[in-house]
Structures are given as structure tokens and as C-alpha cells.
């Protein structure tokens, strides 16, 4: 009897464990020592729509670190390329003159992640 109880409660956990191992999606984790992807002719293509935004500034606890000033007339112009802003592999804040917004110039690892989540 003790046997069959044992059993049963071993198999059981078993099973349960086994569905629960099923059901997790592995998830993906960038390596401390994988590369950003580099700055592909393909990339700058998609840039020239969609390689930054405006948004408005949010009071945080640490404060935005600002790469520079920049104008709304520029910032408007949604390329990089077009506001003589190069594409890195970090995202890029820029202050928006007179105003409470700032140009988010978005990196090689975001534009490469947006790319292929179209692709799918």
C-alpha cells in the first residue's frame, strides 16, 4: 500500500513537472560579451522612418543624461542621418530647445530588434 502511494506521488510529480518545463518559452538573454549589431545599409534604410521619436521629458529619481541640444525644426526629421546625428550602439537623449520634450535617437540593438520583429 505505502508503495503504491509512493508511486503515485512520485509519477504525479513527475508529471507535473514535466508539464510545467513544456509550457515555459526559453527566454533569451543578451551575453555580457555578445556585440552590438553593426550598422547595416538595410538599417540605415529603416532609420530614415523610424530611427528616433520625441517625447516628453518625465521627472525620474536619476536624472535623463543628455548627449547634447538640439532643435524641434531638426528633431522633426525623424532620420539621424538627416540631423548629422550618427547611429550608435547606445540609444541617444538630446534636450529639445524650449521645450519640455527630448529627441530619443534609437541604437543599432533597437532598430536591429524592430526589424525583426517585422520580418516575422
Do not use: C, H
Request: no cysteine; glycine share 6%; proline share 3%.
Amino acid at each position: 500500500m505505502i508503495k503504491t502511494v509512493l508511486s503515485v506521488g512520485f509519477f504525479l510529480f513527475l508529471g507535473l513537472s514535466y508539464g510545467q518545463q513544456t509550457t515555459k518559452k526559453p527566454v533569451k538573454q543578451i551575453s555580457v560579451d555578445q556585440k552590438a549589431p553593426l550598422l547595416t545599409k538595410e538599417m540605415e534604410q529603416y532609420a530614415i522612418t523610424n530611427g528616433s521619436y520625441i517625447v516628453t521629458e518625465v521627472k525620474k529619481e536619476q536624472p535623463i543624461e543628455y548627449v547634447g541640444e538640439i532643435s524641434m525644426e531638426i528633431a522633426k526629421k525623424v532620420n539621424p542621418a538627416d540631423m548629422g546625428i550618427k547611429i550608435t550602439d547606445n540609444d541617444q537623449y538630446y534636450k529639445i530647445t524650449g521645450t519640455n520634450q527630448m529627441l530619443v535617437v534609437k541604437s543599432t540593438w533597437a532598430l536591429d530588434g524592430e526589424m525583426k520583429m517585422k520580418k516575422r
